[in-house]
C-alpha cells in the first residue's frame, strides 16, 4: 500500500530540531551567544544549528578520563563544489591543520576537506581564515544541500566536463543558505566574495514560481530548511566516479555531436544511511526522472527540492530524506508533484551509455597540452607519517608550482594544470617524500578501497573504520593469495557505523559497524557502484574475517565464470549457495601461518601456535592454518618498524606477510 506524504509540519508534530531551526533567526541563536561564552564546548542546541555552518562538535574517545571533562574538539569540512581547491586555499588549510588542528587534513567522499582537533577557541579563526583565502564551510552539514559533486577529471578538450564542473558551481550558489549569519558570526558581518555568482543563477533563486517561498530571507529554503541534508552531484555519461545512484539528485550532461549543451538527465531518490535494527530504514538507488534542456536546469532542480522541503518527513529525522517519499509515495507519484512545482509536463529520460567507474590515478594529458596527476590518498588521511610524508610533499609541490587540486569522490586529490617541463619536478619531491605516483604499484584492493574516519572522533562511531581498514585489507589480500587469487581485487569500504559515509553498501564487499570490533558484512555491489549490495551476515568479529571470508573467496574461485567480478558473482549466486557452500567447507590449505597487520601496527599470525618470549618481544612459532580454527595470536612489532615494512611491500608491490616470511626464514637460517 502506498503511504500518503506527511501532512504539513503545522498539523503534526515536528522534531525538535525544527523547533531549533524555526527559532534560530536564521542559524544565528544560540551559536553567535555561545560562542563568545568561555567554555570548551556549545549546547546541544546550539550544535544542532553549529552544523550548518560547517562544523561539527566531537569529543576524542581515545583522550577520555573517567570523572573528566569530555576531550570536546571540532571538525570543519569545506564547500568545494566540483572538489575545486585553489593553490592558496590548499595552502591554508595544510597550514590551518597545524596551527589549530591534529596536523592532518582529510579528503571527504564529498569531495571536500575535514579538519579535526580543532578547539572552540580556535574555531573562528579557523574559519576566517579559510574564508578569507576562498574558501567557505557554509552548508558542508546540516538540513541544507551539501558539497555539490562532480566528476573529477579536468580533462580541458571535452566539454562535457566543463559543464559538470560548471554546473556544479551553479548549482552550489543556487542552493546557498542566503542568511548573513555565517558572516556575521565567523567574520564580524565583513562579506568576503570568493567568486560572483552567475546573474541566471540570481535569477533563479528569486524567480517566483510554486518553488519559492514569498517574502523569506530563504527563497528556497524558508526559515525551516530542509528536513534533512540533502545530496546533489552532475556528471557525464559513462562516468560514475561520483557513486551517482547514492545521491538525492543526479544531473547527468547532455551534449549534442558538437559537444554543445543541450540539457541534463535527471536521477533522484539516492541514499545510503540507515540504522542497525531499523528496518523502515534502508540505502536506496536512485531513480531516473526526467530530461530537462539547459534553460530549465534551475527550475527542475528547485522543483525537487522544494518537494522534498514541503513534503519530507519532519517528524521522524529517520525518515526525511528524499528517498522515503519517493518509496512511501512511487516514483510516478513524485514525478507528478516534480511537474506541479516545474511548472509544465516531465520530458522523458534520454537514453545513456553503460556506467563505468574511474579513479583517475596517475598521469593523464588534460587535453590543452598541460597533464594531471592522480595521487592515491589512503583513506583520503593527508599526513607525515614514517617514510610517507604525504602532507609534507604535497604542500611543496602546491608551494613550489602554485597548482590547482581537484579533491575526488574517493578521496584521493588530481593536481592538475601541469606543464609537462615540471612532471619530472614534481615526480622527485613526491619520491623523495615516499609518495607513490605509479597506481600499478599500489595494491589494487587498497586502491579501491574507502573508509570513514569513525573512531576515536566520531560520535556516531560504534567501532573502528579509518583505522581498522590498512590491517582488514591485509588480511583479506593474504586470504586471497591463500587460495590462489593473487591478482584479485574488488571494491572494499568500511564505515564505523551504519550511515553509510564512505558509502558502503555501493560496494563489493562492506564492513558495517554494528559492536565493538562487530561488522555486518555487505556483499554483492558492483564494482562500478551501479548496484545495492545485500546484508550477508549479521555481526563478524574482526578476528573471525578468514574463517569467514575464506570459503566465500573460494567458491568464488571456483565457480565464476570468465571475467566475473566479485561482486557479480555473489549477485549472480545468490547468499543461500554461498552460504550453503561455507557451511561444507574445509580448508585443505596446510603450509606458513598468513601474517597480516591490523590498525595499530600489530602483526598477526593466524595459525594453530604457541608463543614464547623472547627479549621482551613476542615470536610466535606457527605450524598449519586451518580456516575453522578460532585460534589467534599476535605478533606485535614497533611502530616504526610498521611502517618501514608497509612502505617496503608498496614499493616491492608485495604483500606485507610475503615479505615477514622471508624475513624469518632468513632469521632463522642464521641462527642455525
Request: charged share 25%; net charge negative; glycine share 8%.
Given at each position: 500500500?502506498?503511504?500518503?506524504?506527511?501532512?504539513?509540519?503545522?498539523?503534526?508534530?515536528?522534531?525538535?530540531?525544527?523547533?531549533?531551526?524555526?527559532?534560530?533567526?536564521?542559524?544565528?541563536?544560540?551559536?553567535?551567544?555561545?560562542?563568545?561564552e568561555?567554555?570548551?564546548?556549545?549546547?546541544?542546541?546550539?550544535?544542532?544549528?553549529?552544523?550548518?555552518h560547517?562544523?561539527?562538535?566531537?569529543?576524542?574517545?581515545?583522550?577520555?578520563?573517567?570523572?573528566?571533562?569530555?576531550?570536546?574538539?571540532?571538525?570543519?569540512?569545506?564547500?568545494?563544489?566540483?572538489?575545486?581547491?585553489?593553490?592558496?586555499?590548499?595552502?591554508?588549510?595544510?597550514?590551518?591543520?597545524?596551527?589549530?588542528?591534529?596536523?592532518?587534513?582529510?579528503?571527504?567522499?564529498?569531495?571536500?576537506?575535514?579538519?579535526?582537533?580543532?578547539?572552540?577557541?580556535?574555531?573562528?579563526a579557523?574559519?576566517?581564515?579559510?574564508?578569507?583565502?576562498?574558501?567557505?564551510?557554509?552548508?558542508?552539514?546540516?538540513?541544507?544541500?551539501?558539497?555539490?559533486?562532480?566528476?573529477?577529471?579536468?580533462?580541458?578538450?571535452?566539454?562535457?566536463?566543463?559543464?559538470?564542473?560548471?554546473?556544479?558551481?551553479?548549482?552550489?550558489?543556487?542552493?546557498?543558505?542566503?542568511?548573513?549569519?555565517?558572516?556575521?558570526?565567523?567574520?564580524?558581518?565583513?562579506?568576503?566574495?570568493?567568486?560572483?555568482?552567475k546573474?541566471?543563477?540570481?535569477?533563479?533563486r528569486?524567480?517566483?514560481?510554486?518553488?519559492?517561498?514569498?517574502?523569506?530571507?530563504?527563497?528556497?529554503?524558508?526559515?525551516?530548511?530542509?528536513?534533512?541534508?540533502?545530496?546533489?552531484?552532475?556528471?557525464?555519461?559513462?562516468?560514475?566516479?561520483?557513486?551517482?545512484?547514492?545521491?538525492?539528485?543526479?544531473?547527468?550532461?547532455?551534449?549534442?555531436?558538437?559537444?554543445?549543451?543541450?540539457?541534463?538527465?535527471?536521477?533522484?531518490g539516492?541514499?545510503?544511511?540507515?540504522?542497525?535494527?531499523?528496518?523502515?530504514?534502508?540505502?536506496?538507488?536512485?531513480?531516473?526522472?526526467?530530461?530537462?534542456?539547459?534553460?530549465?536546469?534551475?527550475?527542475?532542480v528547485?522543483?525537487?527540492?522544494?518537494?522534498?522541503?514541503?513534503?519530507?518527513d519532519?517528524t521522524?529525522?529517520?525518515?526525511?530524506?528524499?528517498?522515503y517519499?519517493?518509496?512511501?509515495?512511487?516514483?510516478?507519484?513524485?514525478?507528478?508533484?516534480v511537474?506541479e512545482?516545474?511548472?509544465?509536463?516531465?520530458?522523458?529520460?534520454k537514453?545513456?551509455?553503460?556506467?563505468?567507474?574511474?579513479?583517475?590515478?596517475?598521469?593523464h594529458?588534460?587535453?590543452?597540452?598541460?597533464?594531471?596527476?592522480?595521487?592515491?590518498?589512503?583513506?583520503?588521511?593527508?599526513?607525515?607519517?614514517?617514510?610517507?610524508?604525504?602532507?609534507?610533499?604535497?604542500?611543496q609541490?602546491?608551494e613550489?608550482?602554485?597548482?590547482?587540486?581537484?579533491?575526488?569522490?574517493?578521496?584521493?586529490?588530481?593536481?592538475?594544470?601541469?606543464?609537462?617541463?615540471?612532471?619530472?619536478?614534481?615526480?622527485?619531491?613526491?619520491?623523495?617524500?615516499?609518495?607513490?605516483?605509479?597506481?600499478?604499484?599500489?595494491?589494487?584492493?587498497?586502491?579501491?578501497?574507502?573508509?570513514?574516519p569513525?573512531?576515536?572522533?566520531?560520535?556516531?562511531?560504534?567501532?573502528?573504520?579509518?583505522?581498522?581498514?590498512?590491517?582488514i585489507l591485509?588480511?583479506?589480500?593474504?586470504?586471497?593469495?591463500?587460495?590462489?587469487?593473487?591478482?584479485?581485487?574488488f571494491?572494499?569500504?568500511?564505515?564505523?557505523?551504519?550511515?553509510?559515509?564512505?558509502?558502503?553498501?555501493?560496494?563489493e564487499?562492506?564492513?558495517?559497524?554494528?559492536?565493538?570490533?562487530?561488522?555486518?558484512?555487505?556483499?554483492?555491489?558492483?564494482?562500478?557502484?551501479?548496484?545495492?549490495?545485500?546484508?550477508?551476515?549479521?555481526?563478524?568479529?574482526?578476528?573471525?574475517?578468514?574463517?569467514?571470508l575464506?570459503?566465500?573467496?573460494?567458491?568464488?574461485?571456483?565457480?565464476?565464470?570468465?571475467?566475473?567480478?566479485?561482486?557479480?558473482?555473489c549477485?549472480?549466486?545468490?547468499?543461500?549457495?554461498?552460504?550453503?557452500?561455507?557451511a561444507?567447507?574445509?580448508?585443505?590449505?596446510?603450509?606458513?601461518?598468513?601474517?597480516?597487520?591490523?590498525?595499530?601496527?600489530?602483526?598477526?599470525?593466524?595459525?594453530?601456535?604457541?608463543?614464547e618470549?623472547?627479549?621482551?618481544?613476542?615470536?610466535?612459532?606457527?605450524?598449519?592454518?586451518?580456516?575453522?580454527?578460532?585460534?589467534?595470536?599476535?605478533?606485535?612489532?614497533?611502530?616504526?618498524?610498521y611502517?618501514?615494512?608497509?612502505?617496503?611491500?608498496?614499493?616491492?608491490?608485495k604483500?606485507?606477510?610475503?615479505?615477514?616470511?622471508?624475513?624469518?626464514?632468513?632469521?632463522f637460517?642464521?641462527?642455525?
Amino acid at each position: 500500500m502506498v503511504k500518503s506524504a506527511p501532512a504539513p509540519t503545522a498539523k503534526r508534530k515536528p522534531s525538535k530540531v525544527e523547533g531549533l531551526k524555526e527559532h534560530s533567526n536564521f542559524l544565528r541563536e544560540p551559536v553567535a551567544s555561545e560562542l563568545v561564552e568561555d567554555t570548551t564546548h556549545f549546547s546541544e542546541d546550539a550544535v544542532q544549528i553549529l552544523k550548518f555552518h560547517g562544523s561539527y562538535q566531537q569529543d576524542n574517545r581515545d583522550n577520555r578520563v573517567k570523572g573528566q571533562e569530555k576531550d570536546y574538539q571540532f571538525m570543519l569540512r569545506t564547500t568545494s563544489p566540483g572538489g575545486f581547491i585553489p593553490p592558496e586555499l590548499y595552502l591554508t588549510i595544510d597550514k590551518l591543520a597545524d596551527d589549530y588542528g591534529n596536523h592532518t587534513m582529510r579528503v571527504t567522499t564529498r569531495q571536500g576537506f575535514q579538519l579535526h582537533g580543532i578547539l572552540k577557541k580556535n574555531l573562528k579563526a579557523a574559519i576566517a581564515g579559510m574564508v578569507k583565502s576562498m574558501g567557505s564551510t557554509l552548508s558542508a552539514c546540516g538540513d541544507v544541500n551539501r558539497n555539490v559533486m562532480a566528476c573529477p577529471a579536468p580533462f580541458k578538450n571535452r566539454p562535457e566536463y566543463q559543464y559538470a564542473w560548471e554546473y556544479a558551481k551553479n548549482i552550489s550558489d543556487l542552493l546557498k543558505p542566503q542568511t548573513g549569519a555565517y558572516y556575521d558570526i565567523w567574520l564580524d558581518g565583513e562579506k568576503i566574495i570568493s567568486a560572483e555568482e552567475k546573474p541566471e543563477v540570481k535569477a533563479a533563486r528569486q524567480n517566483n514560481s510554486k518553488s519559492i517561498v514569498e517574502n523569506s530571507l530563504e527563497p528556497i529554503y524558508g526559515n525551516l530548511y530542509m528536513p534533512r541534508k540533502f545530496k546533489v552531484c552532475v556528471t557525464v555519461p559513462g562516468d560514475n566516479s561520483i557513486d551517482l545512484y547514492s545521491q538525492d539528485l543526479t544531473l547527468v550532461v547532455m551534449t549534442d555531436d558538437k559537444g554543445e549543451l543541450e540539457g541534463f538527465n535527471v536521477f533522484a531518490g539516492g541514499g545510503l544511511g540507515r540504522t542497525h535494527n531499523k528496518e523502515e530504514t534502508f540505502a536506496r538507488i536512485a531513480d531516473p526522472i526526467c530530461y530537462v534542456t539547459k534553460d530549465d536546469v534551475y527550475e527542475i532542480v528547485k522543483a525537487v527540492v522544494a518537494t522534498q522541503r514541503d513534503y519530507g518527513d519532519r517528524t521522524d529525522r529517520r525518515h526525511a530524506r528524499l528517498k522515503y517519499l519517493i518509496h512511501d509515495w512511487g516514483v510516478e507519484k513524485f514525478k507528478s508533484m516534480v511537474a506541479e512545482y516545474f511548472g509544465k509536463s516531465l520530458t522523458p529520460f534520454k537514453e545513456l551509455p553503460e556506467w563505468k567507474y574511474q579513479d583517475f590515478l596517475g598521469w593523464h594529458e588534460q587535453g590543452d597540452g598541460k597533464l594531471f596527476l592522480g595521487v592515491s590518498i589512503e583513506n583520503g588521511r593527508i599526513k607525515d607519517e614514517g617514510s610517507l610524508q604525504l602532507k609534507t610533499g604535497l604542500r611543496q609541490v602546491v608551494e613550489q608550482l602554485n597548482l590547482p587540486i581537484r579533491l575526488t569522490p574517493h578521496h584521493n586529490a588530481i593536481l592538475f594544470d601541469i606543464e609537462p617541463e615540471n612532471k619530472q619536478v614534481i615526480e622527485e619531491i613526491l619520491q623523495r617524500h615516499g609518495v607513490v605516483t605509479d597506481p600499478g604499484k599500489i595494491d589494487s584492493l587498497v586502491r579501491y578501497a574507502m573508509a570513514c574516519p569513525a573512531m576515536p572522533t566520531c560520535g556516531l562511531a560504534i567501532t573502528e573504520s579509518e583505522r581498522a581498514i590498512p590491517g582488514i585489507l591485509e588480511r583479506i589480500r593474504s586470504s586471497l593469495d591463500k587460495v590462489g587469487l593473487q591478482n584479485e581485487h574488488f571494491v572494499v569500504r568500511m564505515t564505523g557505523c551504519p550511515n553509510g559515509c564512505a558509502r558502503p553498501y555501493m560496494a563489493e564487499l562492506a564492513f558495517v559497524g554494528s559492536a565493538p570490533e562487530s561488522y555486518q558484512v555487505w556483499l554483492g555491489g558492483s564494482p562500478d557502484q551501479t548496484r545495492l549490495a545485500l546484508p550477508y551476515m549479521e555481526r563478524l568479529h574482526h578476528n573471525d574475517i578468514e574463517t569467514q571470508l575464506e570459503p566465500i573467496f573460494v567458491f568464488f574461485k571456483r565457480s565464476r565464470k570468465s571475467g566475473e567480478s566479485f561482486g557479480d558473482f555473489c549477485d549472480r549466486v545468490g547468499f543461500d549457495a554461498i552460504r550453503e557452500f561455507a557451511a561444507n567447507y574445509e580448508s585443505e590449505v596446510v603450509g606458513e601461518p598468513e601474517i597480516t597487520d591490523d590498525s595499530d601496527g600489530l602483526v598477526e599470525a593466524m595459525a594453530d601456535s604457541t608463543v614464547e618470549e623472547s627479549g621482551g618481544k613476542e615470536v610466535a612459532i606457527a605450524n598449519t592454518t586451518i580456516a575453522s580454527s578460532k585460534s589467534r595470536h599476535r605478533v606485535s612489532i614497533q611502530d616504526d618498524i610498521y611502517l618501514k615494512l608497509k612502505a617496503a611491500a608498496t614499493s616491492q608491490g608485495k604483500p606485507m606477510s610475503e615479505l615477514v616470511n622471508k624475513a624469518l626464514e632468513a632469521y632463522f637460517e642464521n641462527l642455525s
